[in-house]
C-alpha cells in the first residue's frame, strides 16, 4: 500500500495537464446593414442539457440594455458578476465582431454549443439568434443569424 500511493499521485500528477487543457477559440460575428443603433451582442455557453455555462463575450458596456438580451438574461439569470474583463463596446451595422477566448478541450465535442443573442435599441431583441454545435468538425462553418447577425463562425 505504501509504494501504491506515490504511484498514484506520480500518474495524477502527469495526468492533470491533460484534463485542464483548453484550445484558443476565435469567434468571429458579422453584422447585417439593419439600420439601427450599433447593436449589443452577447456570445455565452451552453451544456448539453440546456444549461448555462459562462459568458464568453458581451459586446455593449451599458447594463441597463443587457435586459434586451434575453435567451442570455434567463440561461445566466442575470448574473452579472462573470463579466469583468469580457465586455466591450456595441457592434455598428455591417461591422464584424472578432473575440479570442479559450474553451476547455473537455467541452469540445461534448454536447457543447454556443449561442449568440442580439438586440439594437428602438428595435426588436433576437434571443438565441445564433445556436451552432461546438465541434471541432463544425470550426470555419458559417452560419447565419435571423435578424442582426449576417454571419457567425468559429476557428480552432
Request: net charge positive; no cysteine.
Amino acid at each position: 500500500m505504501k509504494k501504491l500511493i506515490p504511484a498514484l499521485v506520480i500518474v495524477a500528477a502527469l495526468a492533470a495537464p491533460r484534463f485542464a487543457q483548453a484550445r484558443a477559440v476565435t469567434l468571429t460575428t458579422t453584422l447585417r446593414n439593419f439600420g439601427g443603433y450599433s447593436a449589443y451582442v452577447v456570445l455565452y455557453l451552453m451544456d448539453p442539457q440546456g444549461q448555462y455555462v459562462r459568458t464568453l463575450w458581451m459586446a455593449g458596456g451599458r447594463p441597463y440594455y443587457y435586459r434586451h438580451l434575453g435567451g442570455w438574461l434567463r440561461a445566466s439569470r442575470g448574473d452579472l458578476n462573470g463579466l469583468d474583463g469580457i465586455t466591450g463596446a456595441s457592434v455598428g451595422e455591417g461591422r464584424t465582431l472578432t473575440v479570442h477566448t479559450d474553451i476547455a478541450d473537455a467541452l469540445i465535442d461534448a454536447g457543447y454549443s454556443i449561442h449568440v443573442d442580439a438586440a439594437s435599441e428602438g428595435m426588436m431583441e433576437s434571443p438565441a439568434e445564433i445556436r451552432m454545435p461546438l465541434k471541432a468538425a463544425d470550426a470555419g462553418k458559417v452560419e447565419h443569424g435571423r435578424a442582426y447577425i449576417a454571419r457567425f463562425s468559429y476557428t480552432m
